[in-house]
């Protein structure tokens, strides 16, 4: 079955890009029917969907970070990525991967990662 | 923008019955999921499109939307279903995805 594992650093100074990749198993990142998407979750708080990417590279961010934000894949490795420029404090959460369809925009996340925290903090 | 408002929390005794709503303009004309999130876990689709059950999710869990609410019941509660509840949509006039603040269900 479809698994999704992040991957990254977990601590990032602030002023400095945050990076992760999400590596997708048990399954093809290149099929037509998915998004790929990344949802954070700062300590004791609620998600927040950050963007999502098609395999051909196609994006579409959260406008609430879309000036520090890139998203890209690499279908050789099946995997894609996250980075986000100019991080501070409020940027610390728990950051996932997860699966959402490309044809059914109501469609929900699913599955998910397990999740990884990254902490700003010099 | 769009806002999904949920109660911070629920408080219910093992065997009851748990809803948990969440409210929004004419959400009824959305499909709302619900998530389910324990502690130091990633969340799950516990409800999808309004009603739907995922295969593994028991029927005691269960979705209705209508007009400005959307309610997750939970039937029958037991200890294993104490976690944070989370609804979401998406709204097509931004193209967001959109979460609630989320509900603690607790098991007294």
């Known amino acids: 079955h479809l698994q999704l594992q992040e991957s990254g650093p977990g601590l990032v100074k602030p002023s400095e890009t945050l990076s992760l990749t999400c590596t997708v198993s048990?399954?093809?990142?290149?099929?037509?029917?998915?998004?790929w998407g990344w949802v954070r979750q700062p300590p004791g708080r609620g998600l927040e969907w950050i963007g999502s990417?098609?395999?051909?590279?196609?994006?579409y961010y959260n406008p609430s970070l879309k000036s520090r934000l890139t998203i890209s894949v690499d279908t050789s490795k099946n995997q894609f990525s996250l980075k986000l420029s100019s991080v501070t404090a409020a940027d610390t959460a728990v950051y996932y991967c997860?699966?959402?369809?490309?044809?059914?925009?109501?469609?929900?996340?699913?599955?998910w990662g397990q999740g990884t925290l990254v902490t700003v903090s010099s | 923008s769009y806002v999904l408002t949920q109660p911070p929390s629920v408080s219910v005794a093992p065997g009851q019955t748990a809803r948990i709503t969440c409210g929004g303009n004419?959400?009824?004309?959305?499909?709302v999921h619900w998530y389910q999130q324990k502690p130091g876990q990633a969340p799950v689709v516990v409800v999808y499109?309004?009603?739907d059950r995922p295969s593994g999710i028991p029927e005691r869990f269960s979705g209705s939307n209508s007009g400005n609410t959307a309610t997750l019941t939970i039937s029958r509660v037991e200890a294993g279903d104490e976690a944070d509840y989370y609804c979401?949509?998406?709204?097509?006039?931004?193209?967001?995805?959109?979460f609630g603040g989320g509900t603690k269900l607790t098991v007294l």
């Open positions: 997860a699966r959402h369809s490309y044809y059914d925009s109501d469609a929900p996340f699913d599955p």
């Open positions: 004419n959400i009824g004309s959305k499909s």
């Open positions: 990417i098609y395999y051909s590279g196609s994006t």
């Open positions: 499109d309004d009603s």
């Open positions: 048990g399954g093809s990142i290149s099929s037509s029917s998915y998004y």
């Open positions: 979401q949509v998406w709204d097509s006039s931004s193209d967001l995805r959109l």
